[in-house]
């Protein structure tokens, strides 16, 4: 059984373009969710899918947004980065609706720095 | 308006003693009590959760203390060893949350 597997895992943007990660997550898991963690601080939701829909958001503008696969992988793309965009972002997978409550096997993440 | 409120922010202790870290939540609704430790480099993994049905869980050397009326819950770490040394996060979710708040963070360093 694999776990949460991100690409790329390093990333240099410069501002005004657009990125897209990418996630595969555990087998077996249904949901995904996306985060963002700036240095020093805590992962902040930015949503997350359930069985290939946006089931939940948070306080994230629209230029962020993502995709889920029928296999359930999943990609978040950003678009006119700005250089507070500058972040790790994880991917977390788990079953069930109300993903969250269910326990998140979380990525490594990747690590994108805008210039 | 932060939900989670976790301290302290940093924390060093020697091996073999106990570590201890503490959240306070605001939002009643809140059902699952996670923590997290995040190694540098990792992305955060699942160390314990806890939900509000009982006031405490332990698992090998690490316990949640949970105290619904005072809405605070910590995180006991006993024995503490160097291989501890990490970032560890609480989160709350639950209700109709479709998502985790964490709190910000503390580093905690075991000294050999």
């Known amino acids: 059984e694999t776990g949460v597997t991100q690409s790329p895992t390093h990333l240099i943007k410069t501002r005004g373009q657009q990125v897209t990660l990418r996630c595969s997550s555990q087998?077996?898991?249904?949901?995904v969710s996306w985060y963002q963690q700036a240095l020093g601080q805590g992962p902040q939701f930015i949503f997350q899918?359930?069985?290939?829909?946006?089931?939940g958001r948070g306080n994230f503008p629209p230029r962020f947004s993502g995709l889920q696969f029928p296999n359930y992988s999943s990609e978040l793309n950003v678009n006119a980065l700005e250089l507070d965009d500058s972040a790790l972002y994880l991917c977390?997978?788990?079953?069930?609706?109300?993903?969250?409550?269910?326990?998140?096997?979380f990525g490594s993440g990747t690590r994108l720095t805008v210039v | 308006q932060q939900q989670v409120k976790q301290s302290p922010q940093s924390l060093i202790v020697q091996k073999g003693g106990i570590s201890i870290i503490n959240c306070a939540y605001e939002?009643?609704?809140?059902?699952?009590f996670p923590w997290y430790q995040q190694f540098p480099g990792k992305g955060p993994a699942l160390l314990i959760a806890?939900?509000?049905?009982?006031s405490e869980k332990k698992e090998g050397r690490f316990t949640i203390s949970f105290n619904k009326s005072a809405k605070q819950f910590s995180l006991h770490i006993m024995d503490s060893q160097p291989g501890d040394s990490a970032t560890y996060f609480c989160?709350?979710?639950?209700?109709?949350?479709?998502?985790?708040?964490f709190g910000k963070g503390t580093l905690l360093t075991v000294n050999p």
């Open positions: 977390a997978s788990t079953t069930g609706l109300r993903g969250a409550n269910y326990g998140y096997t």
């Open positions: 087998s077996g898991h249904n949901t």
């Open positions: 899918y359930y069985r290939e829909e946006e089931n």
């Open positions: 939002n009643t609704a809140f059902d699952y």
């Open positions: 806890i939900r509000p049905d009982v």
């Open positions: 989160a709350v979710g639950g209700g109709s949350n479709y998502k985790l708040t």
